[in-house]
């Protein structure tokens, strides 16, 4: 028998056998990304030995008809393609299907067998990965029903449980904090992955890298140096089909509360004092903790909401937000939201940074733009009006690389200033394409590590800054006048106002 405190090696890292049960197995996330990022890390030998795969859901289907869909979905999902037989039938060789609704007892008893007899074979620990990918309503029965069936106590051969909780995480500050208790009355912190795929991006994770592991950056990282800063997550989809979910939550809840405000937090961030989860996730929660907090002068002047009306995407017309199909009549839901944030802090007083997030946006790319202060004196005043500033970006995606904007002279007698670009390009430099943000995430929940899974304290400091703005919103009701930006466009006028009054010039063009 295996000894059950010998981890099991197998040839790149220390892994133990693993288990993971996707709860909300026949929707869309399970289907593009979760079983194909599973089968990526297949492909590049990654996952643990005797990884099997339990998908939970409410319709019926048997085993091997539900392993056939998985196939397909792979097959047109997977960034790996053609599918690769060999394996493909390794991997899928431990796959079950139960089914059941969440609050039934009889299909957790079921669940409790197949891991039962599972751990019974591995003869030593199992881990099990509980992933919630269900609507979120469900969230708090699943945890109570597997707490009851006992499956997140540690197993008798010693293997740990933890759950994965996809977004949205709350709708507001309070369900948010409802949702954590609940949780913590079925599990302990250390237990709960509260997933936001923007921090499995490579890119993203690169930005600690890049920030920490160089000497050259840190010490220009403050407001002695940085003008400021722009955060652009911008989409050139619509709602797509999700207009049910979309126009209940908007902009503000799917996207900058989570993903806008995580990116803030990694540019803004003190050095932790080591790269560990609760190191990492202590900074950010100070970055949260830091953000002014926003005065009634800033919801009306700082922020700004707008919907997309009709207009045209790539070459091709599309119709407005309200023309949509399952978009409520006359809804105000924002597609689109920008605002000014400060940073009370010592590194970061005076330094405005801008974010923006919007659907239906002229290109689908996401950026971080740090503005540098010009020089203290105008040397070349008499030969050139202005000097461009220094902007070292990140693109987070789609086109992953850094660059660095600065002056030189070109070529000849007379003195000119032009802005050039040093760059650096994922693709050029390491001739591979980055994983899917989603094969990270899972494999650092199989493997126990929380540094890029969000913790209790942060989502809530998260939902607590953006509160006034959600309840200001509420407070101007239905008859709230919203502004429109055509559909393709770079978003609303009200948008690039607001950076010229912060900034003194326009957004920077992506
Ligand atoms: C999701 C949002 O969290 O992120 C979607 O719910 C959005 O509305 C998506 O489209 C964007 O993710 P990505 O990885 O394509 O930038």
Known sequence: MHNPFEPVRDGRTLHTPCVAIIFGATGDLTKRKLVPALYNLAVDGLLPPRFSLISFARRDYSSDAFREELRLSVSSFSRRKPLRDDVWEEFSSRFHYCQGNFDEDRAFVRLSEIIKQMEDEVGGPLNRIFYFATAPEFFEIIARKLSEHKLLSA?????????????????????ARALNISLLQCMEERQIFRIDHYLGKETVQNLLIFRFANGIFEPIWNHKYIHHIEISVCESLGVEGRAGFFDQAGVLRDIVQNHVLQ??????????????????????????????????????????????????????????????????????????????????????????????AGKRLAKRVTDISIFFRQVPFGLFSNHVEQVAENVLSFQIQPDEGIALKFV??????????????????????????PPDAYERL?????????????RKDEIEAAW???????????????????????????????????????????????
């Open 155 to 175: 197993s008798p051969y010693g293997g740990e449980a933890r759950v994965v909780v996809e977004k949205p995480f709350g709708h507001d500050l309070d369900s």
């Open 408 to 433: 030189a002279k070109p070529p000849g007698s007379r003195v000119r200033i032009q802005p050039v670009n040093m760059e650096f390009s994922y693709g050029s430099s390491f001739g591979v394409e």
């Open 464 to 510: 607590s800054y953006v509160s006034p703005i959600i309840n200001s919103w509420r407070e101007q009701g239905a008859g709230a006048v919203v502004p429109s930006y055509d559909a393709g466009s770079w978003g609303p006028y009200e948008a690039e106002h607001l950076l010229f009054e912060g900034a003194g010039k326009g957004w920077r063009r992506l």
């Open 263 to 356: 990116l803030l937090c990694l540019v803004a961030l003190e050095p932790p004092v080591a790269f560990e989860a609760d190191a990492v996730r202590d900074e950010k929660v100070k970055v949260l903790r830091s953000l002014r907090p926003l005065s009634n002068e800033c919801l009306s002047r700082k922020v700004v909401r707008a919907q997309y009306g009709t207009g045209s995407v790539a070459g091709k017309t599309v119709p407005g937000y309200l023309q949509e199909p399952g978009v409520g009549a006359g809804s105000t839901t924002e597609t689109f939201f920008a605002m000014q944030v400060a940073i009370d802090n010592w590194r970061w007083a005076g330094v405005p940074i801008f974010i923006r």
């Open 442 to 454: 899972l494999l650092d929940a199989m493997k126990g590590d929380a540094t890029l899974f969000t």
